[in-house]
C-alpha cells in the first residue's frame, strides 16, 4: 500500500460511503410509517458504525491488536486492507477485494437490495389497490424487506467484520422480529381470514424450497 496514502483517518469517506448506502436504502424501502422509520433508522447506525471503522477509526483492530500481532507477526494490521479480517485469518494472499469472503459479501448485498426493492414494488401496488401483498416474494415469504436488511447486515460483516457492528446484528434481528410480528397483528387486523390463510401458508423469513417454482 502506498504510505503516502493514510490506511484511516478518511472521515470524508466515511460520510460518503455512510449517505450513498443510506441514499439506496432509503430509495428502495421508502419508509413511511413510524415502525417503517425505526427499521430503516436501526440499519443506518449499523452503516455509520461499520464505515467509522473502515475509514475513520479502526476500534476493532486496535482493540484486538496485541492478539491478532502474536498470532499474525507477518500482517500489517495498520493496512486498510487488514481490515478485511476472515480474508487475513484465514490467510488470503491476494487482493482482499477477490477473497472469498468479500465475493460472497458483494452476493449479500446486492441480494438484499434486490429484496428490498422488489419487495417494495409489490407493497406498495397492493397498498395503493387496498388488497393484501401475496404476489411476487409476498408469495414466498412474508416479509422481503426485512431480510433483504438482514442479507446486507451479513454481506458487510462478512467483508467488513468488527466489534461493534457484531454487537448490533443480534439486536437488530431481535428488533426487525419483533416488528415483524407487530405489523402482523395490525395486518390480520385489516384483511382478517384473507390474512390467516396467507399466513397459514407462507413462511415469516425462511422460504419453503418445495413447490417454489410452482408459486405465483
Known amino acids: 500500500m ?18 450513498i448506502f443510506i441514499f439506496f436504502a432509503f430509495s ?4 413511511q410509517t413510524k415502525r417503517d422509520w425505526r427499521s430503516f433508522g436501526a440499519f443506518s ?27 499474525y507477526p507477518d500482517v500489517n494490521w495498520l493496512a486498510h486492507d487488514s481490515g478485511h479480517l476472515l480474508e487475513m485469518l484465514f490467510g488470503w494472499q ?3 477485494h477477490f477473497g472469498p469472503f468479500h465475493l460472497l ?3 449479500f ?9 422488489a419487495g417494495w414494488r409489490t407493497l ?3 397498498q395503493k389497490a387496498g388488497n393484501l401483498a401475496t404476489t411476487g416474494l409476498y408469495a414466498y415469504i412474508r416479509h422481503p424487506q426485512y431480510v433483504g436488511f438482514v442479507l446486507i447486515m451479513s454481506g458487510f460483516l462478512l467483508q467488513w467484520p468488527t466489534l461493534l457492528t457484531l454487537a448490533m446484528f443480534p439486536v437488530l434481528l431481535w428488533m426487525y422480529s419483533r416488528l415483524s410480528i407487530s405489523e402482523e397483528r395490525e395486518t390480520e387486523k385489516m384483511f382478517g381470514d384473507a390474512w390467516r390463510n396467507y399466513a397459514n401458508k407462507t413462511p415469516r ?12
Not at 502506498?2 to 449517505?19: D, H, M, Q, R
Not at 448485498?109 to 426493492?117: E, Q, S
Not at 423469513?205 to 417454482?213: H, I, S, V, Y
Open 2 to 19: 502506498n504510505s503516502e496514502l493514510p490506511n484511516y483517518g478518511l472521515w470524508g469517506l466515511v460520510v460518503l460511503n455512510s449517505a
Open 28 to 31: 428502495f424501502f421508502k419508509p
Open 45 to 71: 447506525a449499523f452503516l455509520v458504525a461499520l464505515f467509522t471503522e473502515m475509514y475513520g477509526f479502526p476500534l476493532t483492530i486496535y482493540f484486538l491488536s496485541g492478539w491478532l500481532q502474536s498470532q
Open 94 to 96: 491476494g487482493s482482499p
Open 105 to 107: 459479501s458483494t452476493v
Open 109 to 117: 448485498i446486492g441480494g438484499g437490495f434486490y429484496l428490498i426493492a
Open 124 to 126: 406498495y401496488a397492493a
Open 205 to 216: 423469513f425462511f422460504p419453503r424450497l418445495r413447490g417454489m417454482g410452482r408459486q405465483a
